[in-house]
């Protein structure tokens, strides 16, 4: 092999694609990155069995080859690289890697040992990534972190013609967010069971400029692959049943209660500084004010109020602050729709961008209240 690349676009592409190596991986093999040189181009991929990862980027190929090396040890050594022109050239059983004034020599890993990268599957559709990103910040609010149920660590994504509901939930609270995409086929009716940590690691890599390609063959239903910018990630997919969550919302709310967003989340930080770690903060909503309060009469205590828009009789209902805040930080229009049903029933919430206008439903949140005493 010998090869000339960009020092920038080398970093970023070795970066990115060795991001899915674990710090102990099963075999010592997985531990490497396979570089392949040929017809210009110099692909990049990595795999850990359960996720892999391509990229490629242009290149001036003198001698085309194949070599897999330390994927961690490239990506420190491509990212202290000077600004430049990168060449890599295979000697024997080391590829040397000169960039300026310096030079490395890496040792390389057989070949032959590396695992075959698992076959794209066909494409189920595409959606613009910004939307997409935004989706997915929003759907993987809820997901557990309880390793010991695996449907709860991920999101259930459902393809219904041109119309994509992703859903997680950690049996304390539920997420849910909802676009329009194109699918390959206007009939289009599957569900998969995606993780949570891949779809999160998709929306913190992706060009948000450039449309997500997502690909699904139901003949072959363990797979699903993520292709932004021509980086591409495959995943297996999560085997199990997810929960039944329909049910969960309502399907009347007799009472709502619009507020602004931004005095919402600022009122909740400040009243949570006196609660202890994960203690609840009390919410009363009557007439035309909200009264937010923590802690207890042989403790600190905090209180506010803000002025609110509501439907309904009074009710007082209590939160955890930080499944609070997360939630109501992952809607993006300027005002709140909080809609209840009991002290000790889940409440939805929602945005909506006028005051007085309607809520929107492409994320609905849903949090399960704290019991309190008076």
């Given at each position: 092999m010998k090869v000339e690349v960009d020092s920038a676009a080398f970093s970023e592409a070795v970066s990115w694609t060795t991001r899915i190596i674990p710090t102990r991986p099963a075999t010592p093999i997985?531990?490497?990155?396979?570089?392949?040189?040929?017809?210009?181009?110099?692909?990049?991929?990595?795999?850990?069995?359960?996720?892999?990862?391509?990229?490629?980027?242009?290149?001036?190929?003198?001698?085309?080859?194949?070599?897999?090396?330390?994927?961690?040890?490239?990506?420190?050594?491509?990212?202290?690289?000077?600004?430049?022109?990168?060449y890599l050239s295979t000697s024997g059983a080391k590829v040397t890697i000169a960039a300026g004034k310096s030079t490395f020599s890496l040792q390389l890993m057989p070949e032959s040992d590396y695992p075959q990268l698992p076959s794209v599957p066909a494409i189920l559709g595409s959606i613009d990534g910004d939307t997409f990103s935004h989706a997915i910040s929003q759907a993987t609010v809820a997901i557990s972190r309880e390793e010991t149920r695996p449907v709860l660590t991920g999101v259930k994504m459902v393809f219904s013609g041109d119309k994509v509901q992703m859903t997680a939930t950690d049996r304390f609270r539920l997420s849910r967010s909802t676009f329009t995409w194109s699918p390959s086929a206007a009939d289009l009716e599957t569900e998969l069971l995606v993780r949570g940590s891949l779809m999160r690691d998709v929306a913190r890599s992706l060009d948000a400029s450039q449309n997500v390609v997502i690909g699904f063959d139901p003949e072959s239903p363990t797979l699903v692959s993520f292709d932004n910018a021509g980086k591409v990630s495959t995943a297996q997919l999560i085997d199990g049943e997810f929960p039944s969550v329909d049910r969960l919302f309502a399907s009347d709310y007799p009472i709502?209660?619009?507020?602004?967003?931004?005095?919402l989340i600022d009122a909740i930080r400040r009243v949570s500084l006196v609660a202890e770690r994960n203690a609840p903060i009390r919410m009363s909503f009557e007439?035309?004010?909200?009264?937010l309060s923590a802690g207890s009469s042989d403790e600190s205590q905090a209180q506010e109020t803000l002025p609110i828009d509501m439907d309904g009789e009074p009710i007082t209902i209590a939160f955890n602050p930080s499944y609070l805040l997360e939630g109501l930080g992952a809607i993006y229009e300027p005002y709140v729709r909080m809609k209840m049903v009991a002290p000790t029933k889940a409440v939805e919430f929602n945005g909506q961008q006028e005051q007085d206008g309607d809520e929107s439903l492409d994320y609905r949140y849903l949090l399960v209240p704290v019991r309190f005493v008076n």
């Open positions: 997985l531990a490497g990155v396979k570089l392949e040189a040929a017809d210009g181009t110099l692909q990049l991929s990595a795999f850990n069995y359960e996720v892999s990862a391509r990229n490629h980027i242009e290149a001036g190929v003198d001698e085309s080859g194949t070599v897999v090396v330390q994927g961690k040890l490239l990506a420190d050594i491509a990212k202290s690289l000077p600004a430049g022109k990168i709502h209660v619009v507020v602004n967003k931004t005095d007439g035309k004010e909200l009264t």
